[in-house]
């Protein structure tokens, strides 16, 4: 791989990890798994070390994840709260061991070995044995207040038992118990409401929560492992700390061990992996700790976490099961995907009788037939999959699946046509069979679906089995026909069977009509995105909504035809340059045209960078450009317009008039004087700037405060300008 190309794949990697940060720790809405978010963020630090050059303070292997949501208070940690290394293998435990035994100049270490829970990470601060403060993790050195959520967890005590320090910060965990989330996620279902995806997502969304009454009905638990600040000094070892804990009256885990040595924690390990599966809360791994609370401090810690401690995680469940069929779902997109029927199994607290298959290509290069003996794996949040065949002990005549065939060359749902499109795939581009009817029944329940889920317009209530009942009795087409359900048909809706009928009823259709009524306030980013354009995400939608005031003007938009007339001059400026060697030109007077034509192609570009399409994202590009537009053209885009025009929804975008920093990028660096560093941030967004992490040449201004570090050499090294919190707000217009 060249630096280049490096550098490439590392950028990448980056916005991929930091995507999916976001979706776990803001959101709790993880769409991979915990092992396959730790492979890809292992591969990027993996490339990072390979490739220091590009190493970067603002890169997620440098940071911890920040779990911090609007809506409340900020506090600081007086003590850091870090995030622990982890490893899914024996070698990278032993060889961390022996980096202390160097470290420390001794191999008579103990360690403690505890569960890892799977939770979600919380500091409650005790002053004088009380309660004062409960804090999310947040960005590590500042967190959530949460306060008023965690005082509506039972088994946390408002007061610490027997003596206590004057100040303590006791780490923990808040989770859900599995018990819990089964009642929740059956209340749920009964309401025909989107399902919960796992335990410790739902934890982390519950205490996150500005609804405090909807928290208490919830119930979270909670267990403490550890302490931050404390003063005066309360413990010597880990252990000791353990049994204080608990001498406080505070819940703790069940067992840990205390040994000494790699192959005595080694053992522990495997113990705890033989009895984890019955604990409350979920494990996903042991925790090992020097025991020695002055060793930990001599071993020390790196920027996120300490040298002292290192999570081994444990590999998820898998199970051998037959596969009895694969079955054909059409999901809101069109795209065809293999479901796996499988002989029900019991795995990770469940049965499972179906499981994803990807897609074909993974079928063929796993080599997986129908009736064949396979392995699944339920990687606790997300849906099972197969990961592997037998083939050697396959039944003779199994033949290799082929999706076509097995569809019979048209969508099973609505019998129309069938056509190969590319696709993004996790192992990169693929192929798929995609049905080509829009108006497709299964599209349809998918779309209406979507719009309704908590990442579109939230429109609780809404899940995928009356979304289907909607789609089916033909009450709703697009979407928005969603807004003439009255709430009587909707009342009535039945989601059983002629026999066993099960209405949806008074109350969950009440808050339906609630729900949607809510939407209609909702900015154009979020609608943009409900309404399932062709191509566009949420990071697209985003950048859309604060592009354009209206759906109408994304229709007919002169910033995205600006970006595809940019695409055509770049291929005309490449294809017809007069050096070309694919495309030389023809002759001496050939060669003066095209200088001539290449001067005003230039310029034309010049004028549109500096102009219409400065500080464009590259999120905004020629494909995104070209479907948007197609899609509003066309039949259904302008059929959506319509429904909304006569049902009066209008959503606003969030475009500010062209702003003071249109088009200049910022780097922040150092703790400014009043102003938080999000609230900079905001003001050059909302001044229609950006922020980038690193600085270069491309660099408008590096706003630096006190103590700025390396980004602020990086910038007088380039002669970029370095400007002040007073500047700033002076350049701002205040
Ligand atoms: S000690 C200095 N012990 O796992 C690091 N953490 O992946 C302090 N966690 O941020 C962490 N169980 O939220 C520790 N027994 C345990 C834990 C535990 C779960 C969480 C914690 C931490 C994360 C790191």
Redesign the pocket.
């Known amino acids: 791989m060249t630096p280049a190309e490096a550098r490439q794949r590392i950028v990448e990697l980056r916005a991929e990890v930091a995507r999916h940060d976001e979706l776990y720790h803001r959101k709790a809405q993880p769409e991979i798994s915990d092992f396959d978010y730790d492979q890809l963020k292992r591969g990027l630090a993996e490339l990072e070390a390979r490739f220091p050059e590009f190493t970067s303070a603002d890169s997620p292997t440098q940071r911890v994840g920040d779990d911090r949501v609007q809506g409340f208070k900020e506090v600081a940690h007086r003590q850091r ?4 290394d ?1 490893t899914y293998n024996e070698t990278e435990l032993r060889a961390w061991h022996a980096r202390l035994v160097r470290l420390l100049e001794t191999d008579d270490l103990r360690f403690t070995v ?4 799977d ?1 979600l ?1 919380v500091s409650l601060t005790y002053e004088s044995g009380k309660l004062v403060r409960a804090v999310t ?1 947040g960005r590590g050195d500042v967190g959530d207040d949460i306060t008023v959520n965690a005082v509506t967890i039972q088994s946390l005590p408002r007061e610490l038992r027997g003596a206590a320090p004057r100040v303590v910060e006791i ?1 923990g ?1 808040i989770y859900m118990a599995q018990a819990e989330f089964d009642r929740l996620n059956a209340e749920r279902a009964a309401a025909g409401e989107e399902l919960y995806a796992n335990p410790r997502n739902t934890a982390a969304g519950t205490i996150k929560s500005l609804d405090t009454a909807e928290v208490a009905r919830r119930k979270l638990e909670v267990v403490l ?2 302490l931050g600040y404390c003063e005066p000094e309360a413990v010597r070892t880990q252990t000791r700390l353990q049994q204080q804990l608990r001498a406080w009256g505070l819940p703790v ?1 069940e067992k840990y061990w205390t040994v000494r040595g790699i192959d005595e924690v080694w053992s522990a390990i495997g113990e705890l992996d033989q009895i984890r599966r019955g604990f409350a809360y979920g494990t996903d791994g042991a ?1 090992v ?1 020097l025991d020695d609370i002055a060793q930990q401090r001599e071993a020390g810690m790196t920027d996120k ?2 040298r002292w ?1 290192i ?1 081994y995680k444990y590999k998820p469940d898998t199970a051998r099961t037959r596969l009895k069929a694969i079955t054909i779902q059409v999901g809101k997109t069109g795209i065809l995907s293999p479901v796996a029927e499988l002989e029900p199994v019991f795995l990770s607290l469940s049965t499972i009788s179906r499981a994803t298959l990807h897609n074909e290509d993974e079928i063929r290069r796993k080599d997986i037939r129908v009736g064949d003996l396979v392995e699944i794996e339920r990687a606790g949040e997300v849906i099972p999959a197969v990961l592997r065949s037998f083939p050697e002990e396959r039944l003779a005549g199994a033949k290799e699946f082929d999706l076509f065939q097995a569809v019979g060359g048209k969508c099973p749902v609505c019998g129309e046509k069938i056509a190969r499109v590319a696709v993004d795939t996790e192992s990169g581009l693929g192929a798929a069979w995609k049905c080509q009817n829009y108006d497709c029944r299964a599209q349809r329940a998918g779309r209406l679906g979507f719009f309704c889920s908590r990442r579109a317009l939230a429109i609780d209530g809404l899940g995928e089995t009356v979304a289907a009942k909607l789609v089916e009795l033909d009450l709703v087409r697009d979407p928005p026909d969603l807004y003439d359900v009255s709430l009587e048909t909707l009342a009535t809706l039945n989601l059983g069977t002629v026999e066993e009928q099960r209405v949806f009823g008074e109350k969950n259709a009440t808050k339906l009509v609630a729900a949607r009524e809510a939407a209609r306030a909702l900015p154009l980013e979020k609608w943009l995105y409900a309404l399932s354009v062709p191509d566009v995400g949420e990071t697209t939608a985003r950048e859309l909504g604060r592009r354009h005031r209206s759906f109408a003007e994304v229709a007919d938009s002169k910033l995205l035809r600006a970006v595809l007339r940019k695409a055509e001059l770049e291929e005309e400026k490449e294809r017809e340059s007069p050096g070309s060697k694919k495309n030389p030109p023809k002759d001496d007077a050939d060669r003066e045209r095209r200088k001539a034509r290449r001067s005003e192609i230039e310029a034309e570009l010049a004028t549109l960078n500096g102009g219409i399409l400065a500080g464009m994202p590259s999120e905004l590009g020629p494909a995104v450009a070209a479907s948007t537009l197609e899609f509003f053209a066309g039949v259904p885009g302008k059929r959506l317009l319509a429904k909304l025009q006569k049902l009066g929804i209008d959503p606003q975008g969030t475009v500010m008039a062209a702003g003071a920093f249109t088009g200049k990028t910022f780097v922040l660096t150092g703790t400014l004087p009043t102003m938080k560093r999000e609230e900079a941030e905001q003001k050059i967004l909302a001044a229609g700037g950006k922020v980038s992490g690193s600085v270069s040449k491309k660099t408008s201004y590096v706003l630096a405060g006190a103590e700025a570090g390396s980004k602020l050499e990086k910038a007088q090294a380039l002669g970029v300008a370095v400007i002040g919190e007073t500047e700033f707000l002076k350049l701002l217009g205040r």
């Open positions: 709260m870090l995030s622990l982890n505890e569960p890892k829970i939770g990470a993790r780490r965990e492992y550890g885990v925790v700790k976490s300490p401690a999570a």
